[in-house]
């Protein structure tokens, strides 16, 4: 079985057995983790090319050690010393890479929609790495691959996504993949901060924390974009603190086996305290880690491989 699509673009795009195979790919990628030599071969010859308008810590480099790892030549294009400063569009600058001989484009970009105008662009793969306030896709597919791996499974656990889900991409990739994976997904946020609708899709809404973390498998805490805080969605930070933050108190009454998320990065104090993130139950650190394995799964099953011959590499 291989991924139906040239372009990852959104998470919308994978049935049930296609993420599966995406998970189960990056378990074998993941076998490389404690060599001394992390190399396979697979990719030798390919070009990647990350192709970031925003600014990026662990996506991008994530996304270049998993193509240096399996032997791809990996690109880093940083706009602000590239033609784009004068006046190139996206979609040239997309052609150029191509020209160049770009195999796969890596998108990061402010505007939604982004990685579908580059993908209609090129014949290139395009993967989407976060299109402004639309998805995130390879972020949801770490995240439930760092659920599957500390639970065990996706379906029929409760996972509560708790903070700014009107404007996160990551929240909307995750409420699909989850869905789609067969969990029963909640998010809990003020309600200026909760899109309309979420409910006619199966999501359970909270406008208070403690609920909706009672009885979760799973909570996702997510980025309070501090850049929103102009608009006045909610009153202040401290107020925000008060009663959205998770707190090693708040957290005392959750299950005691509750796994802990965050995508970063993180303002600890403010969504998330300093040590909930280093509670034995986060796996904050472990989603850095698992990052860089889902990549080179998706990287590689876009070149068109197979996950049986890559476990046999391992």
Not at 44 to 59: C, H, I, M, P
Not at 87 to 108: M, P, Q
Not at 183 to 201: F, K, N
Request: aromatic share 4%; with cysteine.
């Amino acid at each position: 079985m291989s991924l139906r699509h040239k372009d990852l673009l959104s998470l919308a795009q994978l049935s049930r057995e296609e993420i599966e195979l995406v998970l189960d790919t990056a378990e074998a990628c993941k076998q490389i983790f404690d060599r001394p030599v992390k190399k396979f071969p697979t990719l030798r010859g390919k070009v990647v090319v990350n192709l970031f308008y925003e600014a990026s810590t662990r996506t991008r480099t994530s996304f270049e050690l998993a193509g240096k790892w399996m032997s791809a030549d990996v690109v880093n294009f940083t706009a602000s010393t590239s033609s784009v400063m004068k006046g190139e569009s996206l979609s040239d600058t997309a052609k150029t890479l191509e020209a160049l001989g770009a195999d796969i484009i890596v998108i990061r970009h402010r505007s939604p929609g982004a990685a579908h105008l580059v993908a209609r662009a090129v014949r290139s793969r395009v993967i989407n790495a976060g299109d402004g306030a639309h998805e995130h896709p390879t972020q949801a597919l770490l995240d439930l691959f760092t659920i599957r791996e500390k639970k065990g499974r996706l379906d029929g656990l409760t996972v509560t996504i708790v903070g700014d889900i009107l404007h996160s991409r990551v929240a909307r990739s995750q409420i699909i993949g989850l869905s789609r994976m067969g969990a029963r997904v909640r998010v809990a946020g003020p309600p200026t901060l909760i899109p309309a609708g979420l409910e006619q899709r199966g999501v359970e809404v909270y406008h208070r924390l403690e609920p909706a973390i009672d009885g979760a498998d799973v909570i996702n805490v997510l980025r309070i974009q501090r850049e929103r805080q102009a608009k006045g969605l909610f009153p202040s930070i401290r107020e925000y603190v008060r009663l959205y933050g998770l707190t090693r108190e708040r957290l005392a009454a959750a299950k005691e086996d509750v796994l802990v998320m965050h995508p970063g990065p993180a303002n600890l104090g403010v969504e998330i305290a300093q040590d909930v993130v280093e509670d034995p139950r986060s796996a904050v650190r472990e989603q850095v880690t698992n990052g860089v394995a889902v990549r080179m799964a998706l990287l590689y099953l876009m070149s068109g491989g197979d996950a049986r011959e890559l476990q046999s590499a391992g």
